[in-house]
């Protein structure tokens, strides 16, 4: 140890002889500070101007440190361009400079040499990340409340990453007497690991293999704050390889070594690496740590309360993929690897989840028109040439009514869908229409609990008087927030479960969540009356949605509830009188954690009711009376008089609710002054923020269990204490006075040890 070390030591001293230790220390830290101080600058500035300014400042560890332009994020991106300038002489310059021999006939062994000289990348590494770390260290006395542990996780792994870049070049260093030639095979064998994932990952094995050997993305995970031992794993393997590729290098230079010989020791090097690096990933065998405060990069405690439900039984997660639709490319065989790593927090508590893909071609919406714009050619033939051109074997895919056989894809409209199957039952997850497309935690937390639950949500729609529909497309009808497949808010994708019962044919179960009365434009017969009383007085939950047009058809279920409708409100001051922005109110705010998110940036969330009249209770029915939404005090009622109850200038009650205690439960009712509010008209407006608040309503009747609460505590980190001055200060101090006094150093010491 004591020779490693003496070595490391020298070569640390030759490096400081020359300026390019130094320049590079220098230009570290100028990087750093035109990453940080400009962060800063620009939060102080936000934070100064206040208003609805200030209401996305949060989480500014991650802001300023690990986002997709923080400081260590963007460093990530620049390491390579500084270990290749320190690392190409560091053993071709012994052999350019004939001092190599001296080594070789010393009493130092190759293993020695090799190691000293990579103990010394590792201090010189371990200065860098200090560099690093001052900024960290900034950080947290300018931001209270600052994430430690994501600035931990992170330089953690900058400096993994740093050091296996240090042992690449450090075999490249091994291989020419050059060193311009060892610098420049080391930014190809960067540039070979950063893009191996993306090479031949359609070949399961091979795809296997590559993912393995990329460094793309390993040190991301730790810089955002979680720390997996796969990813340590992997940079102790990959750096453990390229030092046994140098000291196998440099036995081959001091005795002559047969060349089967040498390719059995590199053989077997790799093949202990791959075993390793291949057990080490197994989700049995992944650890893993989460630095952040709150855990925010761990699935919440609801989402592992679920998971610990399914106990020791295996989860089969199987996404069936047109060729044809439009999302095809999400899950093709080439993002297998991106699929396993957005199921793996699942996979960190439930390792038994299996992933299968079944891929297939059908007509989907979107593609109706194929054949008529192929003539002449069957389907099967125009799926076989659009598999051709994308590279992907035709045998691959079966037919739809192969595929039918085993899931009724066709009743999906052939989308790209995700079956999970466990314990005997089976649900569908979709893909969505926004941005993400995939599930979020939310949605697949919403699925577990179907495949887990024997008391499913049930929403059941009133039909047989004309009422609005939960299964109709046109624009008075519900379909875009109940039961439309691509929307991620709708009903059946949080976790609901929407049904049609008629009023006249059928009674009302015991069973349903709430009933939902759209809009009647018949009237309701002396039966149907009869059953929505029985219903509501044995506890029932309701919701009534109104128009003042039609008024009279459901005054009967009303005055059940000592609620009447009032006179058309109209808006001041605007283009459109009739259309009504009611604000959510505080009892509505706590109907979600999210919906409070949402409320916070809308400052506040406006709902959109054209239409809308008020409501008044008269409280006769015994009912704890809440307002949902109301207007502001710009809306006025357009009757001349006005109507006992409510005040003259507003805020009217545009949306209500009603609970009681009854039976050894709390009944809810929500009653509407309007019924488009939650209509496809109202949905497909493309300013509309009204599908934020149909989740979190109809989740009040099921006492907050749906949707599933996957929110984190609320990040503390959402401020600086710093001002302009003080960056002011900043920029003086990292802009001006450390470059000079590095600079000034440098020249000292550099002309005392020419000097001496």
């Given at each position: 140890?004591?020779?490693?070390?003496?070595?490391?030591?020298?070569?640390?001293?030759?490096?400081?002889?020359?300026?390019?230790?130094?320049?590079?220390?220098?230009?570290?830290?100028?990087?750093?500070?035109?990453?940080?101080?400009?962060?800063?600058?620009?939060?102080v500035?936000?934070?100064?101007?206040?208003?609805?300014?200030?209401?996305?400042?949060?989480?500014?560890?991650?802001?300023?440190?690990?986002?997709?332009?923080?400081?260590?994020?963007?460093?990530?991106?620049?390491?390579?361009?500084?270990?290749?300038?320190?690392?190409?002489?560091?053993?071709?310059k012994?052999?350019?400079?004939?001092?190599?021999k001296?080594?070789?006939?010393?009493?130092?062994?190759?293993?020695?040499?090799?190691?000293?000289?990579?103990?010394?990348?590792?201090?010189?590494s371990?200065l860098?990340?200090?560099?690093?770390?001052?900024?960290?260290?900034?950080?947290?006395?300018?931001?209270?409340?600052?994430d430690?542990?994501?600035?931990?996780?992170?330089?953690?792994?900058?400096?993994?990453?740093?050091?296996?870049?240090?042992?690449?070049?450090?075999f490249?260093?091994?291989?020419?007497?050059?060193?311009?030639?060892?610098?420049?095979?080391?930014?190809?064998?960067?540039?070979?690991?950063?893009?191996?994932?993306?090479?031949?990952?359609?070949?399961?094995?091979?795809?296997?293999l590559?993912?393995?050997?990329?460094?793309?993305?390993?040190?991301?995970?730790?810089?955002?704050?979680?720390?997996?031992?796969?990813?340590?794993?992997?940079?102790?393997?990959?750096?453990?390889?390229?030092?046994?590729?140098?000291?196998?290098?440099?036995?081959?230079?001091?005795?002559?070594?047969?060349?089967?010989?040498?390719?059995?020791?590199?053989?077997?090097?790799?093949?202990?690496?791959?075993?390793?690096?291949?057990?080490?990933?197994?989700?049995?065998?992944?650890?893993?740590?989460?630095?952040?405060?709150?855990?925010?990069?761990?699935?919440?405690?609801?989402?592992?309360?679920?998971?610990?439900?399914?106990?020791?039984?295996?989860l089969?997660?199987?996404?069936?993929?047109?060729?044809?639709?439009?999302n095809?490319?999400?899950?093709?065989?080439?993002?297998?690897?991106?699929?396993?790593k957005?199921?793996?927090?699942?996979?960190?508590?439930?390792?038994?989840?299996?992933?299968?893909?079944?891929?297939?071609?059908?007509?989907?919406?979107?593609?109706?028109?194929?054949?008529?714009?192929?003539?002449?050619?069957?389907l099967?033939?125009?799926?076989?040439?659009?598999?051709?051109?994308?590279?992907?074997?035709?045998n691959?895919?079966?037919?739809?009514?192969?595929?039918?056989?085993?899931?009724?894809?066709?009743?999906?409209?052939?989308?790209?869908?995700?079956?999970m199957?466990?314990?005997?039952?089976?649900?569908?997850?979709?893909m969505y229409?926004?941005?993400?497309?995939?599930?979020?935690?939310?949605?697949?937390?919403?699925?577990?609990?179907?495949?887990?639950?024997?008391?499913?949500?049930?929403?059941?729609?009133?039909?047989g008087?004309?009422?609005?529909?939960?299964?109709?497309s046109?624009?008075?009808?519900?379909?875009?927030?109940?039961?439309?497949?691509?929307?991620r808010?709708?009903?059946?994708?949080?976790?609901?479960?929407?049904?049609?019962?008629?009023?006249?044919?059928?009674?009302?179960?015991?069973?349903?969540?709430?009933?939902?009365?759209?809009?009647?434009?018949?009237?309701?017969?002396?039966?149907?009356?009869?059953?929505?009383?029985?219903?509501?007085?044995?506890?029932?939950?309701?919701?009534?949605?109104?128009?003042?047009?039609?008024?009279?058809?459901?005054?009967?279920?009303l005055?059940?509830?000592?609620?009447?409708?009032?006179?058309?409100?109209?808006?001041?001051?605007?283009?459109?009188?009739?259309?009504?922005?009611?604000?959510?109110?505080?009892?509505?705010?706590?109907?979600?954690?999210?919906?409070?998110?949402?409320?916070?940036?809308?400052?506040?969330?406006?709902?959109?009711?054209?239409?809308?009249?008020?409501?008044?209770?008269?409280?006769?029915?015994?009912?704890?009376?809440d307002?949902l939404?109301?207007?502001?005090?710009?809306?006025?009622?357009?009757?001349?008089?006005?109507?006992?109850?409510?005040?003259?200038?507003?805020?009217?009650?545009?949306?209500?609710?009603?609970?009681?205690?009854?039976?050894?439960?709390?009944?809810?009712?929500?009653?509407?002054?309007?019924?488009?509010?939650?209509?496809?008209?109202?949905?497909r407006?493309g300013?509309?923020?009204?599908?934020?608040?149909?989740?979190?309503?109809?989740?009040?009747?099921?006492?907050?269990?749906?949707?599933?609460?996957t929110?984190?505590?609320?990040?503390?980190d959402?401020r600086?204490?710093?001002?302009?001055?003080?960056?002011?200060?900043?920029?003086?101090?990292?802009?001006?006075?450390?470059?000079?006094?590095?600079?000034?150093?440098?020249?000292?010491?550099?002309?005392?040890?020419?000097?001496?």
């Amino acid at each position: 140890m004591k020779i490693i070390y003496r070595i490391a030591k020298n070569e640390l001293s030759i490096l400081f002889c020359s300026p390019i230790a130094w320049l590079l220390a220098g230009v570290f830290l100028l990087q750093g500070a035109m990453a940080y101080i400009p962060k800063i600058n620009g939060l102080v500035i936000q934070q100064d101007m206040g208003g609805a300014y200030t209401q996305d400042l949060s989480q500014l560890t991650n802001r300023i440190f690990s986002g997709d332009s923080g400081l260590y994020s963007s460093i990530l991106s620049k390491i390579y361009l500084f270990m290749p300038l320190l690392t190409m002489g560091l053993v071709s310059k012994e052999v350019s400079s004939g001092t190599i021999k001296l080594l070789y006939s010393s009493p130092v062994t190759s293993g020695q040499i090799i190691l000293g000289k990579f103990l010394s990348m590792m201090m010189y590494s371990l200065l860098m990340v200090l560099i690093l770390a001052v900024f960290g260290i900034l950080g947290i006395t300018e931001i209270p409340h600052a994430d430690i542990g994501l600035i931990c996780s992170a330089l953690l792994g900058i400096y993994l990453l740093i050091c296996t870049y240090a042992a690449v070049g450090l075999f490249m260093s091994c291989l020419s007497s050059y060193q311009v030639v060892a610098a420049i095979g080391t930014f190809v064998t960067f540039a070979v690991l950063e893009y191996m994932k993306n090479l031949w990952q359609g070949i399961d094995l091979v795809r296997d293999l590559t993912y393995f050997l990329s460094i793309s993305g390993r040190a991301q995970g730790m810089v955002e704050g979680l720390i997996s031992t796969k990813d340590v794993i992997y940079f102790l393997l990959i750096i453990s390889m390229f030092l046994l590729f140098s000291i196998i290098k440099l036995n081959t230079g001091r005795r002559p070594i047969r060349k089967t010989v040498i390719a059995g020791q590199y053989l077997a090097v790799i093949i202990a690496v791959f075993a390793i690096g291949y057990i080490t990933s197994i989700p049995y065998f992944v650890g893993y740590i989460d630095m952040t405060r709150g855990e925010t990069l761990t699935l919440t405690p609801k989402s592992r309360q679920i998971i610990k439900q399914m106990r020791d039984k295996p989860l089969v997660v199987t996404s069936y993929i047109n060729l044809f639709e439009s999302n095809f490319w999400r899950g093709t065989p080439e993002q297998k690897n991106a699929q396993l790593k957005r199921w793996e927090p699942y996979l960190r508590f439930k390792p038994d989840i299996k992933l299968e893909y079944v891929y297939y071609y059908g007509i989907s919406p979107e593609n109706g028109l194929l054949l008529k714009y192929n003539p002449g050619k069957t389907l099967k033939q125009v799926a076989k040439e659009s598999a051709t051109v994308q590279g992907y074997d035709f045998n691959m895919f079966k037919t739809q009514q192969e595929v039918n056989g085993i899931l009724p894809v066709g009743a999906e409209d052939n989308r790209y869908i995700i079956q999970m199957k466990y314990n005997g039952r089976s649900t569908i997850m979709h893909m969505y229409g926004d941005m993400y497309a995939f599930p979020s935690e939310t949605e697949t937390d919403a699925a577990l609990e179907r495949l887990l639950t024997d008391q499913p949500s049930i929403i059941a729609f009133a039909t047989g008087e004309d009422e609005r529909s939960a299964f109709k497309s046109s624009d008075p009808d519900y379909k875009l927030m109940t039961t439309e497949k691509p929307v991620r808010q709708s009903l059946i994708n949080q976790g609901f479960e929407v049904r049609d019962i008629s009023l006249q044919k059928q009674e009302l179960p015991s069973g349903i969540t709430a009933l939902v009365i759209a809009d009647p434009q018949a009237t309701f017969t002396p039966q149907a009356i009869l059953k929505i009383k029985k219903y509501i007085d044995s506890g029932g939950n309701l919701l009534v949605a109104g128009e003042l047009a039609h008024k009279e058809k459901l005054e009967p279920v009303l005055k059940l509830l000592g609620v009447e409708m009032s006179g058309n409100l109209r808006q001041q001051k605007s283009e459109s009188p009739d259309l009504i922005m009611s604000l959510i109110t505080s009892k509505t705010v706590t109907f979600s954690k999210a919906l409070t998110a949402v409320n916070k940036a809308m400052d506040p969330l406006r709902v959109s009711m054209p239409g809308a009249t008020a409501l008044i209770y008269n409280g006769n029915a015994g009912f704890r009376l809440d307002s949902l939404m109301v207007t502001d005090n710009t809306a006025y009622l357009q009757n001349e008089s006005q109507p006992a109850g409510l005040s003259a200038t507003g805020p009217y009650p545009t949306v209500i609710a009603l609970s009681r205690p009854i039976n050894h439960k709390v009944q809810k009712i929500v009653v509407s002054g309007d019924a488009d509010f939650l209509s496809n008209a109202e949905m497909r407006r493309g300013s509309n923020l009204n599908q934020y608040i149909v989740a979190p309503v109809f989740g009040w009747f099921t006492d907050g269990r749906l949707p599933v609460d996957t929110s984190h505590p609320e990040p503390k980190d959402n401020r600086v204490t710093t001002d302009l001055a003080g960056v002011r200060n900043l920029k003086i101090i990292f802009y001006g006075i450390i470059p000079v006094a590095l600079l000034s150093a440098m020249s000292i010491f550099l002309i005392r040890r020419k000097r001496k």
